[in-house]
Structures are given as structure tokens and as C-alpha cells.
């Protein structure tokens, strides 16, 4: 059994790592993860000097991140703790080296007293390949067991989705019966960033390219929102190396085919929102975007988003994804689907309408439809339909003990 973690006391803050708590006078401060974790790290090493490369380090361990992104994040701490209002100054800057907590620090040691079993990140190998068209992707692989391959969808980011509750729940309970393939698109995460062309057919492409490198015969797909179409047009090209295709909040139909003039006239509204608020710490841009896709989010969901955001690519490239999201069309390719498939949909999804997944349904051949009570694009942990999908999947995918 571990120690508890201590707190930490400096002028009238108080900073409690294990509840991710900074707070003034018995007053929470709101932090985003990432933000909160610059501050940790350095009250944690009050008194001495980080070089910029410790602190990336710490903060984002295995992770490439411009060095912009911890200084935006030391501006962050100083705007919250109130340097220039209160004359106090709590961080000093060394230029062009790195920072130092320079305000005196008490530790609160806590009483030693059981705690609960922390749960285990799940481990997994990440390795590089290269596209046709000289685009290098990322792709990770976790847990053992007949192989999972997840197609790409909007916003990933392989590292920092692991300890995510987002997708943590995803990957841990994929994994222990699954060796699950995933992998970042291009122009996003940890595969190259500086993209030329994009398209629907170089996503196709994509996924091609890393079952390939991963040395995979056959295998079940998993589509989830976009990653849907792009699962299933890689089964109707290759439906001897799918053994099982599971579409999760998935379309057949990108907006620009489907909606009215008002969703379009929206949809460029959200468009231009992103390429001008995209990663910001601004409230009512977090707001407007975690409604539409998580809109039961917790204030601690809100804050990875914002922080994914961040990381896992450019506000150009976050809008220019979206925008070919809308052209996408496979309908036509419904009816040639020749694997088994099972379509989930949540019953009051805000971002794909479930008459989309019921559009899935009837027009590929034998699909089985399954509806999940929730309105979040992406089902939380704590849903009762979480529970509920790992019962369908277990069920379609030959789990032994499927509710696990």
C-alpha cells in the first residue's frame, strides 16, 4: 500500500494533486488538466529550476508538444493565481532555460489510511508506418486476443486518449479481450501533422496502410462516428479479412448531403467557431462544442476535451477534417456489405442523428440494429448503456463472460 499523496500550501492556495483540487479560502479554482499538471510539477519542485525540456517531459511524457503549449500553461497558472493584482510572484521565469516555484511552499502530510486500488492504464506499443502517398501514421496496439481494428475518426490522439475518461473505459475493457489496432489519421495526433491532400479515399487508405504494417489477416473492424463509413468501405473492398463489423454512432451520408439549409448554414457557423476558438482557453467555444457532442459531460470531461483539443491537432486541420466529413457518401455501398454487422446507436444522440444508424441498418444486408439509452456521441463509464454495449459486443464478437 502506497502513501496517500500530500497537499501543498502557498500563500492563500491550496493545491491537492490526488482530487486535482486547487482552491483559495475553501473556494475551488477551475484548472485544465494540463494546466493543473504545469502547476503540480512545480510546486512539487518549489525552489529549484525545470528546464523547459523536464517540464514537457513531465507534463506530456512521450509526447511531442511545441514549447509554446507550457508557456501558454505558466501564463495560465499566473493569470489564475493573481501575480500582477497581488504584487506576489510565485513562478520565475529563467529566459530561455525554464521556470522556478519561487513562493514558499508548506506540505500537508495526510494520515496513512487504505485507499482504493488505482486502476491501470492499459500498456501499449506505438510504432510508425509509411501511407503510398509518403504520409507517416501512428498507430498503437494493446491487450491480447483474436485482433480489434478501430478505423480512424475525428480527434484522436493516441497517447493522451490512454488515461482519458473519454476513451480510457474503451481501450481497457477492448483490450482484455482483443489485441486492439488503432491508430491516428493523418493531419492529427501523433501522425504527421503537415498534410497535403485529404480526402475520403486517402482515409480508406489509411486504414489499408496500418492493417497491413500491423501484419493482419483477419480480423473484426470497429467504425465509431465517421470511422463508420470509412469501416465500411474498407469491408466491401476487403470482406475476406473482416470477420465482424461493428459501426458505433456511425452515417452513411455526410451532412452536406442530408441537411437542411439551416443545418448548413450551422454547421459553417461550428466550422469557422473552430478554426478561430479551436484549443483556446475560451469557455463559450468548450461550451458550444462538448454540447453538441458530450452534452451530459462532467466539468472534468469538459476539461479533456478542451485539453484533446489542444493536442491533437491545428485549428485549420480540425476544421478542414470536418469539412470532408460532410462530403462523405456510401450509401451506394450498403447493400454490398457481406460480413456480419452489428449497428449501435444511442437513442438521443446529439452529434449523428439515430436515424442515421437506422439508415445503417436496413440497407446493409443481415445487420443487426441496437439501440442504447443516452445522448452523449461517446457513452461514459458511469452510463447505464455502457454496460449495455459491452453486453451486445460480447455477444456479436464470441466474448466468454461478455459483461466484463
Given amino acids: 500500500m502506497t502513501d496517500p499523496s500530500p497537499a501543498y500550501r502557498f500563500g492563500p492556495y491550496r493545491l491537492d494533486p490526488a482530487e486535482r483540487r486547487l482552491s483559495r479560502g475553501g473556494t475551488v479554482i477551475p484548472l485544465r488538466l494540463k494546466v493543473f499538471e504545469t502547476l503540480r510539477v512545480l510546486v512539487e519542485n518549489a525552489g529549484r529550476l525545470l528546464t523547459k525540456e523536464e517540464l514537457l517531459q513531465a507534463i506530456w511524457p512521450g509526447v511531442a508538444v511545441e514549447e509554446n503549449n507550457l508557456n501558454h500553461n505558466v501564463s495560465m497558472i499566473r493569470r489564475v493565481l493573481g501575480e500582477k493584482a497581488t504584487g506576489q510572484s510565485f513562478i520565475e521565469t529563467v529566459p530561455r532555460v525554464g521556470y522556478r516555484f519561487v513562493a514558499a511552499v508548506e506540505v500537508e502530510h495526510p494520515v496513512r489510511a487504505p485507499v482504493p486500488r488505482h486502476r491501470e492504464v492499459t500498456r501499449q506499443e506505438i510504432r510508425y508506418c509509411t501511407t503510398p502517398d509518403g504520409v507517416r501514421l501512428a498507430y498503437a496496439t494493446s491487450g491480447s486476443g483474436p485482433p480489434l481494428v478501430k478505423a480512424s475518426n475525428w480527434l484522436t490522439h493516441l497517447d493522451f486518449e490512454r488515461d482519458s475518461p473519454i476513451w480510457r473505459h474503451w481501450w481497457e475493457a477492448l483490450s482484455r479481450h ?225 459483461t466484463s
Avoid at 493536442?311 to 460532410?326: K, Q
Fill in 178 to 402: 482483443h489485441r486492439v489496432i488503432r491508430y491516428d489519421e493523418r493531419g492529427n495526433g501523433m501522425s504527421q501533422r503537415d498534410v497535403g491532400g485529404v480526402s475520403f479515399e486517402t482515409w480508406v487508405q489509411d486504414l489499408e496502410t496500418v492493417i497491413d504494417a500491423a501484419g493482419l489477416d483477419r480480423f473484426a473492424l470497429l467504425g465509431i462516428s465517421r470511422g463508420a463509413p470509412i469501416a465500411i468501405a474498407y469491408a466491401v473492398r476487403h470482406p475476406e479479412r473482416v470477420s465482424h463489423l461493428v459501426l458505433y454512432g456511425g452515417f452513411a451520408l455526410g451532412l452536406n448531403h442530408t441537411g437542411t439549409p439551416e443545418d448548413l448554414e450551422a454547421r459553417r457557423a461550428l466550422v469557422s467557431l473552430i478554426r478561430l476558438g479551436w484549443g483556446l482557453n475560451n469557455p463559450a467555444f468548450s461550451k458550444v462544442f462538448t454540447c453538441r457532442f458530450l452534452p451530459h459531460a462532467t466539468p472534468e470531461h469538459e476539461a479533456w476535451v478542451d485539453e484533446l483539443q489542444r493536442v491533437s491537432t491545428s485549428p485549420e486541420n480540425a476544421a478542414h477534417l470536418m469539412e470532408v466529413d460532410d462530403e462523405i457518401d456510401v450509401r451506394a455501398l450498403l447493400p454490398q456489405v457481406r460480413v456480419p454487422t452489428l449497428v449501435v446507436h444511442c437513442d438521443d444522440d446529439h452529434a449523428v442523428a439515430p436515424e442515421d444508424g437506422r439508415l445503417l441498418a436496413a440497407e446493409i444486408p443481415g445487420a443487426r440494429y441496437v439501440s442504447l439509452p443516452g445522448a452523449n456521441h461517446l457513452m461514459m463509464e458511469s452510463e447505464p448503456a455502457w454496460g449495455l454495449f459491452l453486453e451486445e459486443l460480447g455477444l456479436f464478437l464470441g466474448w466468454s463472460g461478455a
